[in-house]
């Protein structure tokens, strides 16, 4: 008969563009054995009590590389032996051991926030969001990894904002990573976040909406574009009393693109609001789709 063969497993800590290793290391401690007649190791992997990879592992291999959920980290790992119905390895995956964030600049302008993160951790791009104290999400986004320095990792990105709030001289968010909070947090005030707009009306014959800041009572100029060609440019200056309630300074910031002025939009058309002439500063709720 031949001998038995133990394994024990390890999970290597770095995690490269979205990869979790598995290491088979030999040991004298742990299950599972190769036994007569078995070949393989049948292991599963499980995250969060889901079974993510199930595989057969032959002898010779010493780990395997598997991609991570596309939610991101997993808070809890477990490589699992079906045959011998043992666990080999479970950990607990935190955040305060993975990531040691810093902010070095959250500047708002009222559509976006431009964020740059240090991390410990590997992986080509982080999913972020900013919260508010009751968890309500305020901005969020992608932010990609631009620069290694040995064990540190450099992220940025800009965080769309996605709720309208009255924010007045100041508002704690936190930052959440994979959808998992973190220790840190930043202030945000009026004076910081400046223009807001939003797309109310999106409808073949009119494109409607708002656009105003927190600090100053003026009215800005907006671009209609269709299918990514600038269709018309307006001044927002229409009565608008309802965005007082979130603290805009001035009520008169509403705007019209009418059928009358610019024609009907075709039906399926990609449509966006813009800040002044410039399509990536985009307003919220844009671009919208025409459906009627």
Known sequence: MAKATKHATTIIGDFDGGNITIKFGR??????RYVQGASHLHIRILYDEKIAHEF??????????????????????????????????????????????????????????????????????????????????????????????????????????????????SQLVRLFVFQRPTDCCSYVSANNVGVVGYVDISQSSAVAGWIGSFSESVPYSVTLWINGTAAATMIADNPRPDVSAIGIASQNCGFSFMEKAIGAIPIGSSVTVSVGQAPSLHLLNCPLEIAD
Do not use: W
Request: glycine letters at 6%; charged letters at 20%; proline letters at 6%.
């Open 27 to 32: 040991s004298h401690a742990k299950t599972p």
């Open 56 to 169: 057969l592992m032959p002898p010779e291999n010493e780990q395997v590389v598997l991609p991570l959920p596309s939610v991101g980290l997993p808070e809890n790992v477990e490589v699992f032996d079906v045959r011998s119905n043992v666990s080999l390895y479970r950990k607990s995956i935190s955040l305060e051991n993975l990531y040691k964030f810093v902010i070095s600049s959250m500047v708002g302008n009222g559509l976006r926030f431009s964020i740059e993160l240090t991390s410990n951790l590997n992986l080509k791009m982080l999913s972020v969001e900013l919260r508010l104290s009751d968890e309500t999400i305020f901005a969020f986004g992608r932010l990609e990894q631009i620069k290694v320095e040995g064990t540190t990792f450099h992220y940025r990105g800009s965080l769309d904002l996605a709720c309208l709030i009255r924010i007045g001289p």
